[in-house]
């Protein structure tokens, strides 16, 4: 199979393509821009040409015909590459169908990792006990580890570990030999326009996997009939000494995923996890009590302050909404999940992906049913901004850059 993958260079298509590269599959792409990935991938091998108007897509498919044409969920229909690919009779598919199409060919059991929150850190868990256990294991991860790369393939494996996501409604190409379920509250309005419709998803998603672990509370929100359950209860929670109730809740799924599979005796795994380094944009650390987390929903803004709250007394969150459609639906869930920082540095929100149809809503509508409202300050990311940051941080507050947008890479630009 030769594929063409539009985007390489990307969190989400590179992983990939390094998979099919090992697979044994034949790999070009292309991108805007060069990036550690397709550093990593040229280093391989891999030809990228760094234009994207479909004339090297043409060449290529001249030169040996392409298969697949691979793509993210954002290129545009109008895309020049992709009308190419379409004109030139080539299979054109987003990243889920293919990875689904990997795993079929090469016979391997899938363990899919899905839910609201928590689905990165889960699944870089499992692949972390696997790698430890000295147990061989192809994985693809939405983000970047320290303990390997993000996607790999090992022909020797008989697992396949992947982070199943359901934007896009992206995990419903999967039948999963074991799905873990981390938790399930109600996202991407701009895919799903009602919570039923959400939940319903995860129904259709838990009736495809042979086997799901989840949390009761979940079951009951979804109200799902699994195939074969393990539901457990927060009576269930393992001993393990990771910082954040979330993360113990993560790792409780990965102990109880590798008692499933008989992976090695759960005072081994549990000693395992305790040792987790975690994951890039998950609590990671970029400096002096300064961190950076992923995190975007009122959900996950709880549940990593509190996390913060077990490192230190004296939280400084600066936030950064993420996507006016999405704050639309969560506003009203804005009250008491800023209750454990002291001071909330509030940003315009990151737009992306937009309904042009709805007013974008202001840093003032955003926090105005706010528990602790008098902790809130309007900002922007500027030198006003990196100045309270400073001040806080050499004060011995922590300080936690929070949001899927820009806002990362801007703590990062400082720092340097």
């Given at each position: 199979?030769?594929?063409?993958?539009?985007?390489?260079?990307?969190?989400?298509?590179?992983?990939?393509?390094?998979?099919?590269?090992?697979?044994?599959?034949?790999?070009?792409?292309?991108?805007?821009?060069?990036?550690?990935?397709?550093?990593?991938?040229?280093?391989?091998?891999?030809?990228?040409?760094?234009?994207?108007?479909?004339?090297?897509?043409?060449?290529?498919?001249?030169?040996k015909p392409i298969d697949w044409y691979v793509h993210t969920a954002a290129l545009p229909s109008d895309h020049p590459e992709l009308q190419t690919a379409q004109r030139l009779g080539i299979k054109t598919a987003k990243?889920?169908?293919?990875?689904?199409?990997?795993?079929?060919?090469?016979?391997?059991?899938?363990?899919?990792?899905?839910?609201?929150?928590?689905?990165?850190?889960?699944?870089?868990?499992?692949v972390w006990t696997m790698k430890q256990l000295g147990i061989p294991v192809s994985y693809s991860v939405g983000t970047t580890l320290s303990f390997g790369p993000s996607g790999q393939f090992d022909p020797k494996s008989?697992?396949?570990?992947?982070?199943?996501?359901?934007?896009?409604?992206?995990?419903?190409?999967?039948?999963?030999?074991?799905?873990?379920?981390?938790?399930?509250?109600?996202?991407?309005?701009?895919?799903?326009?009602?919570?039923?419709?959400?939940?319903?998803?995860?129904?259709?998603?838990?009736?495809?996997?042979?086997?799901?672990?989840?949390?009761?509370?979940?079951?009951?929100?979804?109200?799902?009939?699994?195939?074969?359950?393990?539901?457990?209860?927060?009576?269930?929670?393992?001993?393990?000494?990771?910082?954040?109730?979330?993360?113990?809740?993560?790792?409780?799924?990965?102990?109880?995923?590798?008692?499933?599979?008989?992976?090695?005796?759960?005072?081994?795994?549990?000693?395992?996890?305790?040792?987790?380094?975690?994951?890039?944009?998950?609590?990671?650390?970029?400096?002096?009590?300064?961190?950076?987390?992923?995190?975007?929903?009122?959900?996950?803004?709880?549940?990593?302050?509190?996390?913060?709250?077990?490192?230190?007394?004296?939280?400084?969150?600066?936030?950064?909404?993420?996507?006016?459609?999405?704050?639309?639906?969560?506003?009203?869930?804005?009250?008491?999940?800023?209750?454990?920082?002291?001071?909330?540095?509030?940003?315009?929100?990151?737009?992306?992906?937009?309904?042009?149809?709805?007013?974008?809503?202001?840093?003032?509508?955003?926090?105005?049913?706010?528990?602790?409202?008098?902790?809130?300050?309007?900002?922007?990311?500027?030198?006003?901004?990196?100045?309270?940051?400073?001040?806080?941080?050499?004060?011995?507050?922590?300080?936690?850059?929070?949001?899927?947008?820009?806002?990362?890479?801007?703590?990062?630009?400082?720092?340097?």
């Open positions: 199979m030769n594929i063409f993958f539009s985007g390489i260079g990307g969190v989400g298509i590179g992983p990939l393509a390094e998979i099919a590269l090992d697979a044994g599959y034949g790999v070009q792409g292309s991108d805007l821009k060069d990036s550690p990935l397709t550093d990593t991938l040229a280093k391989r091998g891999v030809p990228i040409e760094f234009t994207q108007d479909g004339t090297y897509l043409e060449t290529c498919h001249e030169q990243r889920d169908e293919l990875l689904a199409q990997i795993i079929q060919e090469k016979n391997l059991k899938l363990i899919a990792v899905s839910g609201t929150h928590g689905k990165t850190t889960t699944t870089g868990m499992m008989e697992y396949f570990v992947y982070e199943c996501d359901e934007f896009d409604r992206n995990f419903l190409h999967f039948s999963p030999y074991l799905a873990i379920l981390t938790s399930v509250d109600y996202d991407h309005p701009d895919v799903y326009p009602t919570k039923d419709d959400y939940t319903a998803a995860f129904r259709q998603f838990i009736g495809q996997s042979q086997m799901t672990i989840m949390w009761h509370r979940d079951n009951d929100g979804i109200q799902a009939t699994a195939k074969n359950g393990w539901v457990l209860g927060d009576d269930e929670i393992m001993d393990i000494d990771l910082p954040g109730s979330h993360n113990r809740h993560n790792a409780t799924l990965v102990v109880k995923a590798a008692e499933y599979l008989n992976l090695g005796p759960t005072e081994k795994i549990t000693a395992i996890l305790d040792r987790f380094p975690g994951t890039d944009r998950r609590f990671e650390r970029l400096a002096d009590n300064l961190y950076s987390d992923y995190g975007h929903h009122p959900a996950e803004i709880a549940a990593t302050l509190q996390l913060a709250r077990e490192l230190s007394p004296h939280v400084v969150l600066v936030y950064q909404p993420h996507q006016n459609v999405r704050q639309h639906e969560i506003a009203p869930q804005y009250t008491n999940c800023f209750i454990d920082a002291e001071q909330v540095y509030w940003l315009p929100t990151y737009l992306s992906r937009e309904d042009p149809s709805l007013p974008i809503l202001s840093p003032e509508e955003l926090t105005k049913n706010i528990t602790n409202k008098s902790a809130v300050h309007i900002a922007d990311l500027n030198d006003e901004l990196w100045d309270h940051i400073e001040q806080a941080r050499s004060q011995g507050n922590l300080v936690l850059g929070m949001g899927a947008g820009s806002i990362d890479g801007w703590l990062r630009d400082r720092l340097n």
